[in-house]
């Protein structure tokens, strides 16, 4: 049987409230939690309010470009320009009651078959690869399929969660299946964009087999490779991906058709050990890049530590050094109040049933001395000097 059997065409038994898989939610809560958790962590630290404001302003920076390099570049689809496939991005987002409709682009991107959406200064924007368009054409049932999926990542706000949800998406295990949830949803939204179950398949598989060859292959044999091709690398593949296997895709988006949920084929147990060392990939798409990415942005929060905690360490040994110096002081001046007379050493104010029990150590191991001022005595220590200490001025 092949997948562009007429006779699998069906109209996709889905109802609207059906397209977000269950799963999803539950990541979602899990998801939530742990980021609510990291937020007020980091809001309780002023250096982690500094680290999640530097780091947003260059993720805000880098979305800006992406969206201005969309504007300035992709070809921008309207009822003039390529008519059809706009006609056709109309239908789904009728189909998906979508009230303001996204802005759709097609970009040339050297042969890549892909499609993604986005969102930038309160503007949703679709974006379709120009060989995507060219390999299903601009009104199939596999162009509804792809534009669906776009806007079903549209409607569920996943943008948005990938910025606000960033910590828990960044958890390993739990981020990469919260973001898997999300494509199992967004394909569930494409079929029911389609409403056309072989057409949905023909578009899956244009991403698996490419342009010319993709269209013929059959989808029986490819969503079994799921379950054939299994083992711990496989495993370990698929738990520390953001994005579900395309044979996993195409097995879920059978089941929709059968009624029944897609049973995942079993997976590796020492593979979710080894996953959980391997961060949720959230930026830049996860993959190689997004694992660069995260290198990167450790290796600068680490850079920006080091100096930090040492102002702070330093500081706060400052800090100590001026109250032994105001305890110096104090005993001195108590000394002469008391005894009528100057101290002629600090050994007549440290000791026992003195002034001072011992004589207080400078943590950065300044040496003490001390002058009579006008005032009393002022203590001066050969690292920290006698001036008063320079903490908390914001
Ligand atoms: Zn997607
Ligand atoms: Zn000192």
């Known amino acids: 049987m092949s997948s562009s059997d007429p006779t699998q065409q069906a109209a996709i038994d889905l109802s609207p409230s059906q397209l977000r898989i269950p799963k999803e939610n539950t990541y979602f809560a899990f998801v939530l939690i742990v980021s609510l958790v990291v937020w007020v962590g980091l809001a309780l630290t002023i250096i982690g309010i500094f680290y999640a404001l530097f780091i947003g302003l260059f993720l805000w920076l880098g979305h800006g470009l992406l969206?201005?390099?969309?504007?300035?570049?992709?070809?921008?689809?309207?009822?003039?320009?390529l008519p059809q496939l706009h006609a056709t991005f109309l239908d789904v987002c009728q189909q998906l009651g979508v009230i303001r409709v996204p802005q759709l682009y097609v970009l040339q991107s050297g042969g890549l078959l892909n499609a993604f959406a986005t969102r930038f200064a309160g503007r949703d924007f679709v974006v379709v690869y120009s060989d995507m368009l060219e390999a299903v054409g601009p009104d199939s049932p596999e162009m509804k399929f792809i534009l669906g999926h776009e806007i079903g990542h549209l409607k569920?706000?996943?943008?948005?969660?990938?910025?606000?949800?960033?910590?828990?998406?960044?958890?390993?295990?739990?981020?990469?299946?919260?973001?898997?949830?999300?494509?199992?949803?967004?394909?569930?939204?494409?079929?029911f964009a389609a409403q056309d179950m072989s057409g949905s398949l023909r578009a899956m598989l244009t991403l698996s087999g490419g342009k010319e060859q993709?269209?013929?292959?059959?989808?029986?044999?490819?969503?079994?490779?799921?379950?054939?091709?299994?083992?711990?690398?496989?495993?370990?593949?698929?738990?520390?991906?953001?994005?579900p296997t395309l044979s996993r895709r195409v097995r879920e988006l059978r089941a929709i058709q059968s009624g029944e949920p897609a049973r995942r084929a079993p997976?590796?147990?020492?593979?979710?050990?080894?996953a959980l060392f391997v961060p949720g990939g959230n930026f830049g798409?996860?993959?190689?890049?997004?694992?660069?990415?995260?290198i990167v942005i450790i290796g600068l929060m680490a850079a920006m530590a080091i100096p930090a905690f040492q102002k702070v360490r330093e500081s706060s040994?400052?800090?100590?050094?001026?109250?032994?110096?105001?305890?110096?002081?104090a005993a001195l001046d108590q000394y002469e109040l008391e005894q009528g007379q100057p101290p002629a050493s600090f050994d007549d104010i440290v000791g026992e049933d003195k002034y001072l029990q011992a004589m207080p150590v400078c943590p950065a191991h300044g040496e003490y001395s001390a002058q009579r001022m006008e005032n009393g005595y002022q203590a001066t220590c050969t690292v920290h000097g006698s001036g008063t200490v320079k903490l908390h001025r914001h």
């Open 67 to 81: 969206a201005a390099y969309l504007r300035a570049e992709a070809v921008r689809v309207s009822e003039r320009q």
């Open 317 to 329: 040994l400052e800090k100590a050094c001026y109250n032994n110096r105001l305890m110096i002081g």
């Open 267 to 274: 997976r590796n147990p020492l593979a979710y050990f080894l």
């Open 214 to 243: 993709g269209r013929m292959l059959d989808a029986e044999v490819f969503a079994s490779q799921h379950e054939e091709e299994r083992g711990f690398f496989v495993s370990l593949h698929e738990l520390t991906s953001p994005y």
């Open 156 to 191: 569920s706000k996943h943008v948005l969660k990938q910025v606000l949800l960033a910590p828990g998406l960044f958890c390993p295990l739990l981020g990469p299946a919260y973001r898997r949830a999300w494509e199992i949803s967004c394909d569930r939204f494409g079929a």
């Open 285 to 294: 798409g996860g993959g190689a890049s997004g694992a660069l990415i995260v």
